[in-house]
T-cell receptor
């Protein structure tokens, strides 16, 4: 079945450590997105990519970095500069048409501080 | 700029009762609107979408929503709640064209509780 796979499901970060969250899709979608979810705040866009080797900052990109070397993969690195990384992180993908295509979501990675 | 307001962070209904989850949007151009559902510790699942075709949109699990341009609303309804409908629901808006096409703006979410 086609879908989006996020790993790991749970992740713990130590002080000063960078951690990378994996996101892989086999839906042949051009666009991919990373969101952060905090209780009562909905989803906030971190980064998005509409094509391989290109990506744009979202609303809360500080302390995060991404790469898009392959169409299927869009890993997110939470750097030590992100002082409050504890959250639920969701990856999504969609066809990059005129914006009317729904986004498909993975099952998320929950990041906590040790 | 675009934004979404979901009225009521928590809604509680009895099983078999009408479900009404409210969503108002703001967009300077014609919007595309979506409703998603999220079960605990899972990703979001698309319930339905409005993309400028019929204003009454039917989705999965018996849900529907009506786009009302004059009221800038896209409320989600279901005639009869089921226990399995208990989840968090998100309304989202985007629009065609421009450099930000496809970028979704989400509401804060509404947690639906269904009582037996």
């Amino acid at each position: 079945d086609g879908g989006i796979t996020q790993s790991p499901k749970y992740l713990f970060r130590k002080e000063g450590q960078n951690v990378t969250l994996s996101c892989e899709q086999n839906l042949n979608h051009d666009a991919m997105y990373w969101y952060r979810q905090d209780p009562g705040q909905g989803l906030r866009l971190i980064y998005y990519s509409q094509i391989v080797n290109d990506f744009q900052k979202g609303d809360i990109a500080e302390g995060y970095s991404v790469s898009r070397e392959k169409k299927e993969s869009f890993p997110l690195t939470v750097t030590s500069a992100q002082k409050n990384p504890t959250a639920f992180y969701l990856c999504a993908s969609s066809r990059a048409d005129r914006g009317n295509q729904p986004q498909h979501f993975g099952d998320g990675t929950r990041l906590s501080i040790l | 700029a675009q934004s979404v307001t979901q009225l009521g962070s928590h809604v509680s209904v009895s099983e078999g009762a009408l479900v009404l989850l409210r969503c108002n949007y703001s967009s300077s151009v014609p919007p595309y609107l979506f409703w998603y559902v999220q079960y605990p510790n899972q990703g979001l699942q698309l319930l339905l979408k409005y993309t400028s075709a019929a204003t009454l949109v039917k989705g999965i699990n018996g849900f529907e929503a009506e786009f009302k341009k004059s009221e800038t609303s896209f409320h989600l309804t279901k005639p009869s709640a089921h226990m399995s409908d208990a989840a968090e629901y998100f309304c989202a808006v985007t629009h065609a064209g421009g450099t930000s096409y496809g970028k979704l703006t989400f509401g804060q979410g509404t947690i639906l509780t269904v009582h037996p």
